[in-house]
């Protein structure tokens, strides 16, 4: 049984700091729409509730957007199941693919068609 694969330690650090400030604005949203909730509250007028609370929804759909990009960001760091992928063009050829066979597949330097 192989061991899990996980990401290394500078990718880590690198999936938390994405979308810092994307978060870090999503925390001051809400902090502002509980102080606007609260002026609606008790010293302004009743429609600063309703303000507040969707200053707070822009907070929580911030959060969201930055959870998602992380997330996606970290499933495209983490390696493939299999090892190290190779990439097109370089390395071995593919098992059975002699010279002309993979020259016929390749697309032409002119960038044309047939």
Same mark, same amino acid.
């Given at each position: *049984?192989? =061991? ?6 500078? $990718? &880590? ?12 604005? !999503? @925390?001051?949203?809400? @902090?502002?729409?509980? @102080?606007?909730?609260? /002026? ?5 007028? $009743? +429609?600063?509730? =309703? ?8 907070? +929580?759909?911030? &959060?969201?957007?930055? &959870?998602?990009?992380? @997330?996606? *960001? !970290?499933? /495209? %760091? ?20 002699? /010279?002309? %066979?993979?020259?016929?597949? %390749?697309?032409?330097? %002119?960038?044309?068609?047939?």
């Amino acid at each position: *049984m192989s =061991a899990p694969e996980t990401l290394s330690e500078a $990718d &880590f650090q690198k999936v938390r700091a994405y979308h810092r400030g994307t978060r870090n604005a !999503a @925390l001051v949203a809400c @902090l502002v729409g509980v @102080l606007v909730m609260i /002026a609606g509250r008790y010293v302004g007028p $009743d +429609w600063l509730v =309703a303000v507040g609370v969707a200053i707070i929804a822009l907070g +929580w759909a911030l &959060f969201a957007y930055a &959870f998602v990009k992380r @997330l996606k *960001m !970290a499933r /495209a %760091s983490l390696p493939p199941p299999g090892g190290v992928p190779a990439k097109p063009g370089r390395g071995a050829p593919e098992p059975g693919a002699n /010279a002309l %066979s993979t020259a016929a597949r %390749s697309p032409s330097p %002119s960038g044309g068609g047939e």
